[in-house]
């Protein structure tokens, strides 16, 4: 089956981000608001973590990259980490033109092992139990080293 998604713009800021249209849609307005508005606890763009064109940043569970494209313009390079492969599949169609924005369809732990993901959009877990989402987790001193 192909995947559907919604796409979305924002003002000001070149390029669409893909939502799969299989998710609900409140954790997209939710991320959105707190990556837009400077009030918000979420909000990264401050004077401690300005993102500059020498930087190379981990987006570690990137969901649907909301972060990630709305600094892909200024950033060096972004890795963008998420195992769901929904978000991922928009991650792909989102940064398909990109040339400074990796997708890693990994989960990252404590150590390297299998698992499954308890599929549940942005709050989706990991979990033993087989279910139809394997994932891969690796530590993040693993990603640093391979990418």
Known sequence: MKASF???KIKKV????????ELPLQPLYQTLAEQLY?????YYQVPQTTVTTQDVVLDCGC???SFTFLIQSTAKHIYAIEPLPAYVKGLQKTFAESNNVS????ALGSKQEQAYIKNAGIASAITDEPTNTPVTIDT???VCRDY
């Open 6 to 8: 919604l796409k979305v």
């Open 14 to 21: 070149p390029g669409h981000l893909y939502y799969p249209k």
């Open 38 to 42: 400077a009030w918000q606890w979420h």
């Open 63 to 65: 969901a649907e990259g």
């Open 103 to 106: 997708i890693i369809e990994k």
């Open 140 to 142: 993040l001193d693993n």
